[in-house]
């Protein structure tokens, strides 16, 4: 038996919410796509596997997601 790791944005998803995404007509922005979502950011995995995709910690440990990390650089 495996266990599901999930990894939640302690920005944009702090209350480890995983939604669920719904079709919608198409738009610009990657979170306004095909899909939808409410914007909040998980990750279905390890970390490890998380840094291959973009995302990372901070110091004091919080997950941080792709999104997040680009909008606070700087």
């Known amino acids: 038996m495996s266990i599901r790791t999930f ?3 302690d920005i944009c998803n702090p209350q480890g919410l995983r939604s669920i995404e719904f079709r919608r007509s198409p ?3 990657d979170r306004e796509g095909r899909r939808i ?3 909040r950011a ?3 995995g390890d970390m490890s596997h998380a840094i291959e995709n973009g995302w990372r910690t901070d110091k004091k440990g919080q997950h941080i997601c792709p999104s997040c990390k680009e909008a606070n650089s700087g």
């Open 27 to 29: 738009r610009t922005s």
């Open 37 to 39: 979502s409410d914007g």
């Open 42 to 44: 998980w990750f279905d």
């Open 7 to 9: 990894i939640f944005c």
